[in-house]
């Protein structure tokens, strides 16, 4: 079945860390997202691409990188830049924006 | 900017009953509008799909339907099931690009048994 992966399911980050967050789709899409979801709050995007090897900055890029070097692949890195990283962790792709868009499960990361 | 605007926030109602969920949005020019729903601590589930040039799509128990003229879509829900009991939230693209997805407030939704 086609879909899309996160792993891991949850995630523990010490202070001062990075820690990557990852995404796979075998949907062949070619447009992936990144969104954070805080506690009773709706879903903030971080970064965007539209295509290997290029991504955007969404509204709330900093401290926060990706890369897209393949285009099933659109892993997250949160740095120890990211000062309040305790969220949900969201991923999405899409082929066209006539088709939908298609989330995973989540990652919910936790500061300890 | 495109805003979009659920309401009821909150909904409660008696097992088996019909039920529908509004969604409103400002800017009439849209590509489609997609329904989700999402259970506490999980992802987004895709439940329906409606394009510009459709009035209505159905999948089981599920009718969304679209009025792009008056900014409006609905959830209708048939025969509700506890199961059913989720977070709901409407969702339009940009008007152009690929870029991110405008969501609504969403209505919390809880089927009483």
């Known amino acids: 079945d086609g879909g899309i992966t996160q792993s891991p399911k949850y995630l523990f980050r010490k202070e001062g860390q990075n820690v990557t967050l990852s995404c796979e789709q075998n949907?062949?899409?070619?447009?992936m997202y990144w969104y954070r979801q805080d506690p009773g709050q709706g879903l903030r995007l971080i970064y965007y691409s539209q295509i290997v090897n290029d991504f955007q900055k969404g509204d709330i890029a900093e401290g926060y990188s990706v890369s897209r070097e393949k285009k099933e692949s659109f892993p997250l890195t949160v740095t120890s830049a990211q000062k309040n990283p305790t969220a949900f962790y969201l991923c999405a792709s899409s082929s066209s924006v006539n088709y939908g868009y298609t989330f995973g499960s989540g990652t919910r990361l936790t500061v300890v | 900017k495109q805003e979009v605007t659920q309401i009821p926030a909150a909904l409660s109602v008696p097992e088996g009953e019909n039920l529908v969920l509004n969604c409103s949005f400002t800017?009439?020019?849209?590509?489609?509008l997609q329904w989700f729903r999402q259970d506490p601590g999980k992802g987004l589930t895709s439940l329906l799909l409606i394009q510009s040039s459709q009035r209505e799509q159905t999948s089981g128990r599920l009718n969304a339907s679209l009025d792009k003229s008056s900014g409006r879509s609905t959830l209708y829900i048939a025969a509700s099931q506890p199961g059913d009991s989720a977070t709901y939230l409407c969702?339009?693209?940009?008007?152009?690009?690929?870029?991110?997805?405008?969501f609504g407030t969403g209505t919390r939704l809880t089927i009483i048994p």
């Open positions: 969702a339009v693209p940009p008007n152009f690009g690929n870029e991110k997805l405008t």
């Open positions: 800017d009439s020019a849209i590509y489609n």
């Open positions: 949907l062949n899409h070619d447009a």
